[in-house]
């Protein structure tokens, strides 16, 4: 990141914090649904130096990892069936999109009643939130692979195994690595949906019970704790992984 844009998002979050010290200031909204800055940065720094949110992010980060595993290798099984099933993708295939597209909220009720108010419930909305949408990606990884390169492959005397993972694996690549951003970002949604409504710790149930104390303080504090954890793995890991990918297999300028 050069110092430009670094100063650029530097005067939006001042601008950012002087209107919301103003809105608060005004007395817009009562000051218990809507605390000044100062109070927040409070929130934020008891919660860290009282341990309650490293002790949130750690069981929130056991949930994400259990589940974004379990999804990723779910939904990488179910795109290569779809990539290289016609029947398949011809009948399930086309239920995909509508999985995808629902809510991760949604599945909430349905993990409680399987798992009851556990952490297994919390990790099946994770999975599930992170499946369809890698499922996704790879049956695109497979589908756009160019048939120039798989005909070339075969007058060369590749074929079967050797053909899928020399050949379809590599040229699949960027999907993939897209699918698992995705799968992240969808997975961390999913996580903090299904922490709102368990009764173990984790950055969604802090969430909750800050929320059932009207502590609007500490309920501003998780969410930018949130949004920063989300920004910052997105950003700083996934799609610096992404960019090198499509660099190096020329799907962007040098």
Known sequence: MNFKMLSKQLLFLVFFITIWQLVYSIGIFEAIVFPSPKNVAFALYNGFSSGDFLIALGASFKHLLLGITTALFIG??????????????????????????????????????????????VVFVVVLGGTFVMALQVRSAIQNISPQLVRAAKTMGVNGIELFYRVEIPAGMPHYITGIRLAWAFSWRALMAGELLSNGPGLGYSLRYAQDYARMDQVIAIIIVIGVIGATVDHGIFSKIERNVMKRWGLLKQ
């Open 76 to 121: 990488t099984v179910i795109g290569l069936i779809l990539g290289k099933s016609k029947v398949a993708n011809e009948t399930a295939g086309m239920y995909l999109i509508g999985m995808q597209s629902i809510p991760s909220i949604v599945w909430v009720p349905l993990a409680i009643m399987l798992f009851g108010f556990t952490e297994s419930s």
